[in-house]
């Protein structure tokens, strides 16, 4: 059966998609349910959901204040994967990808997330603090078996050796991170961020998702023809928080354009 | 040198990629000094006259004679400049991150002497500094927030979560993953990701081999029993590490049992069915939920109120190398008042609880045994909390007449 992850990126035929960064019971179930359909109307095919956890590590204050939130209005892993598989049922168009830290899997027993995962009709997990050469990081082939395509992250730092080690066990995305000096509203994409994307492109034949600092349409613009994805977290639930759903659709729309 | 990455199933390095440079460039240069005869000068020269090592073992004779039991010998480490057992990890690192030409440090800090250690060191080297601390520990450790801005430190209150020493370390994890290229993380424990479990036990065992060079040149003999608080671990793997080999030593760790057994009431992390879990970048056991969630802890003492415990201490209490105890609030506090009474030593609130601890093991062993018991830090930085607790109508009446006196 075809992962509908990679029907979404093979229907893209070249354009650059965006993969939104949602937190799963934030600000509730309901509105993120709302949150969720706006951006598939404004033609969002990818969306990653957070499964709460109390210490995001990779996380920026805003998500990370979102991440407490939903925990403080008392969702679970279960309740959050159970949102995850409402959301894949209710947008057939969209893939839904899941985010956590290694501890909520880990609690939960591997195999068991991996199943639960792929029970809800979820494309793909991303695990950022799971690196491969730990004991619990060979997950991939686990992943694959239940149909599931294990995300890897990197960053432009990540060694030759490392990459060699990280690629044969991606598969469907692989997702970077871009250095871009500082972030902000205001800030460009370095050249060499983009540089870099184009390197690696020549290293892999997965997608590639590029994300961190991502505020401007025209951050997506200057990704497009480097990156397959771009990746918008922090900025669309800055947007949510202070100008509701509407501000995220206008932000969407225009990166859309 | 190789350097151990896992203690049996614990340590490791769960981090994102984006880390795993920084790891391998810290590994690299404490694998490169720890040969290099002229970084060992160099540390042994500013242990000695600058830190104050070696720091006196002293033999508690009013202490020994009040227990009843065997021969208890304190470990000072509050006489090391700073107050506490930290400066010497700090001082290590700080060495360690002029190698690799970083000019600025940061430092994530509970009860204080972390970062007050760190800020100690970044002034003596010249480099610029940043101490990451929860709300919650800024607000009832004044005095070392205080000396560390006077110290030229940047002190940024975290208010993030239980805005204690856990967020404190996510704070300062997320400034490191976003200035890997100036500066160096000097983690203050005996935890987080590798190699940091064994840099910081490595650096802190010369609490051990001084406590085994004194105790013989004192006593002839070697310590039966070593005693010493763990909240994540530096001091009691720097008094534990030179012994672990010699089954004849035995090896007791006191854990924070705060108010009582009630989740979120303390930080007793191996009482009970321990819980291993994978957090902020470590393997061991954390204090958590059936989720993963990681919970909230308390104890009187900020510096020992930590969900997770070292990595290497993890697999010590997995092969019964060390027995813990938790040691309620009360209790401790009952020790610091004894120990300042008979003694005339004012222990920190975490060494309080190795006090403690001693007092209940002392009296059952026969006088011949040689019981250390590690005083890791002072107890004047949590005057705030003592005073208050033990003296409250004199302490508020003070603080009344203190805001008074300049309106």
């Known amino acids: 059966m075809t992962n509908k992850l990679d029907a979404v990126l093979a229907a893209a035929h070249g354009h650059i998609q965006l993969m939104t960064h949602v937190v799963a019971g934030y600000p509730d179930l309901d509105t993120g349910l709302r949150l969720v359909r706006a951006m598939a109307a404004c033609g969002v095919r990818i969306i990653e959901i957070q499964i709460p956890f109390t210490d995001p590590l990779a996380d920026g204050p805003t998500i990370m204040a979102a991440n407490q939130a939903a925990l403080d209005a008392g969702m679970t892993p279960e309740d959050a994967l159970a949102w995850a598989g409402a959301v894949a049922a209710a947008l057939p168009e969209v893939a839904v990808l899941v985010m956590t830290y290694a501890n909520v899997p880990y609690a939960m027993g591997m195999e068991e997330f991996l199943r639960r995962c792929a029970a809800r009709n979820i494309q793909g997990v991303i695990i950022p603090d799971l690196p491969v050469d730990e004991p619990e990081g060979d997950y991939a082939a686990m992943a694959r078996r239940l149909g599931l395509h294990p995300v890897m992250v990197i960053s432009p730092d990540t060694p030759e050796k490392r990459l060699e080690l990280l690629l044969p066990q991606a598969s469907g995305l692989l997702y970077t991170t871009l250095k871009v000096g500082i972030t902000g509203a205001s800030s460009d994409l370095c050249p060499e961020a983009l540089a870099y994307l184009q390197s690696l492109g020549r290293r892999t034949h997965l997608p590639i998702a590029a994300g961190f600092g991502i505020s401007q349409p025209r951050h997506v613009a200057a990704l497009a023809g480097r990156a397959q994805v771009a990746v918008v977290g922090s900025h669309v639930l800055s947007l949510l928080n202070h100008g509701g759903i509407p501000a995220v659709e206008a932000f969407l729309r225009a990166c859309m354009a | ?407």
């Open chain 2, 1 to 407: 040198m190789i350097l151990p990455r896992h203690f049996g199933p614990f340590g490791g390095r769960y981090v994102p990629e984006m880390l795993i440079p920084a790891l391998d460039q810290l590994e690299a240069a404490f694998v490169q000094a720890h040969s290099d005869p002229a970084f060992h000068a160099e540390f042994q020269r500013l242990l000695t006259c600058y830190c104050g090592r070696p720091t006196p073992l002293y033999p508690a004779e009013n202490l020994t004679r009040h227990l009843g039991g065997c021969q208890v010998f304190l470990k000072l480490e509050s006489l090391n400049h700073t107050g506490a057992h930290k400066i010497t990890n700090a001082l290590g690192q700080a060495l360690l991150a002029r190698r690799m030409g970083k000019t600025r440090l940061i430092a994530e800090t509970g009860a204080g002497q972390h970062g007050l250690a760190t800020a100690t060191v970044a002034a003596r080297c010249g480099m610029q500094c940043t101490v990451f601390m929860g709300e919650v520990d800024v607000a009832r450790q004044y005095p070392n927030v205080f000396a560390m801005r006077l110290l030229g430190a940047d002190v940024v209150p975290v208010a993030d979560g239980t805005r204690t020493l856990k967020d404190a370390v996510n704070a300062a994890l997320k400034d490191w993953i976003q200035h890997l290229d100036s500066t160096h993380y000097v983690l203050g424990s005996a935890l987080g990701p590798h190699p940091y479990p064994t840099v910081v036990r490595e650096f802190q065992s010369v609490i051990g081999r001084e406590v085994a060079a004194q105790l013989e040149t004192q006593t002839g003999r070697r310590p039966g029993h070593l005693v010493a608080c763990v909240g994540g671990g530096s001091n009691s793997m720097g008094l534990f590490a030179p012994f672990l080999g010699d089954p004849s030593v035995r090896l007791y760790g006191a854990e924070a049992g705060g108010r009582g057994p009630n989740p979120g009431d303390h930080a007793a992390r191996l009482q009970g069915q321990p819980k291993a879990g994978i957090v902020q970048g470590y393997k061991s056991y954390f204090l958590q939920d059936d989720h993963g969630q990681v919970q909230g802890t308390h104890s009187i003492s900020a510096g020992l109120d930590y969900a997770g415990i070292g990595p290497e201490l993890a697999w010590l209490f997995d092969q019964g190398r060390v027995a813990f105890t938790p040691i309620p609030d009360a209790e401790a506090l009952a020790a610091y008042q004894l120990l300042a009474r008979l003694e005339g030593i004012i222990p920190a609130l975490e060494s309080s609880h190795a006090v403690a601890l001693a007092m209940r093991l002392a009296p059952s062993l026969p006088p011949e045994d040689i019981m250390v018991v590690n005083i890791s830090g002072r107890g004047d930085k949590d005057l705030f909390i003592t005073a208050r607790a033990l003296d409250a109508e004199r302490w508020i009446s003070f603080l009344q007449s203190e805001v008074e006196r300049d309106q």
